[in-house]
């Protein structure tokens, strides 16, 4: 079924990105436009701590109302400046948000409220990719957004290159509590887009210490450790055809990939992605604050390393009316 009108809220910072995050964002927009009608709104969060104002003065409501209305009129011209290059019929007029704080999360908030209440499907936003030190002092705009916002967020890395279409998505999965849920909103994504699906699942390798002793200890007795991987490999991979056929018969072609070498995994989401050029990667969140070994181990990575966009949708993102819908077979 066809969605008829997907409405996006760009995240936008004029005095930050630069010009080739903007091309990147534009040719992402335009690929997404090829698929289904959308809406763009720009905006842009201003606050106080934005404007090097020190700690106190940026939290003494007078003094950062003051500053923040004082520069509202600029930033709305740098924000009109920096988008109006951008070639797409859909893009509506910027808009700059008031934040009456200085922290990230606040930032955060305000935009998933503005989102929110203006019925948008999805935050496009865009990461650095900072790492060490500079991440430190920094922070990331966009990993707060994750664990914040309301609304489905769409992330692009530092590492995306060139268009891709998104006449192919990719969709992980780890098969636990709620991977149904996350796996029926993929399909409603592409048969939205029109798109086909990789459905991406990785069967961990066992430990290593449990390698080299050669067994592991199951149901009171041991066997043989390379037995039960495969038996878990045959299993898991089943189970992925069977969810892939589910898709297929509702109208999106679906490839079950399972990933069973070594590695890490989001080295294998990455390389999966790559060769099968898909246009976006759609990662499920089970936990409704991002825990951090999903944030850092798998999403984070991905993000950082993939060369297209990352679709992260939360559980708690989902309406509590569609969850006794989104049943997989």
């Known amino acids: 079924m066809r969605m008829s009108l997907l409405q996006v ?17 534009e040719q992402m927009l335009k690929s997404l ?13 201003l606050s106080a701590g934005q404007m090097s104002l020190n700690h106190e003065l940026a939290n003494e409501p007078s003094v950062g109302a003051f500053w923040t209305n004082h520069y509202k009129t600029a930033a709305e011209r740098v924000l009109g400046d920096a988008v109006r290059p951008i070639q797409l019929d ?36 865009s990461s650095h990719g900072r790492t060490g030190i500079r991440r430190l002092i920094l922070g990331s705009f966009a990993e707060t957004l994750l664990l914040r916002s309301r609304v489905p967020v769409l992330l692009l890395g530092a590492k995306i290159l060139e268009r ?25 994504i592409a048969q939205s887009f029109g798109s086909d699906l990789v459905l991406f699942h990785s069967v961990r390798d ?59 995994i989001d080295h294998a989401v990455i390389s999966t992605a790559e060769s099968k050029k898909v246009g976006c990667i ?15 181990s798998i999403t984070r990575q ?18 509590k009316s569609e969850v006794g819908q989104l049943k997989v077979a």
């Open 302 to 319: 991905v993000i950082r390393g993939a060369d297209c966009p990352v679709w992260v949708i939360r559980k708690d993102q989902i309406q």
């Open 90 to 125: 859909s893009i509506k007029k910027p808009i700059v948000l008031m934040q009456a704080g200085t922290s990230r999360a606040e930032a955060c908030e305000v935009l998933s409220d503005y989102a929110s209440l203006e019925g948008a499907d999805l935050i496009l936003a």
């Open 9 to 25: 809220v760009w995240a936008i910072d004029p005095f930050e990105i630069g010009e080739g995050l903007y091309v990147r964002c």
């Open 206 to 264: 066992p430990v290593e210490p449990l390698v080299q002793s050669g067994a592991n200890l199951l149901g009171g007795s041991w066997i043989p450790i390379y037995y039960y991987f495969a038996e878990e490999v045959e299993r898991q991979t089943q189970r992925a055809r069977a969810w892939a056929r589910w898709a297929t018969a509702r109208g999106v072609v679906t490839e079950a990939v399972v990933h069973s070498r070594e590695g890490l």
């Open 164 to 188: 891709r279409s998104f006449l192919k998505l990719l969709f992980c999965t780890d098969f636990g509590p709620y991977s149904k849920v996350f796996f029926r909103k993929a399909v409603q």
């Open 33 to 45: 436009g090829e698929c289904v009608s959308i809406s763009v709104q720009p905006v842009y969060v």
């Open 282 to 296: 759609i990662m499920g969140a089970q936990s409704s604050q991002l825990s951090a070994t999903i944030l850092g």
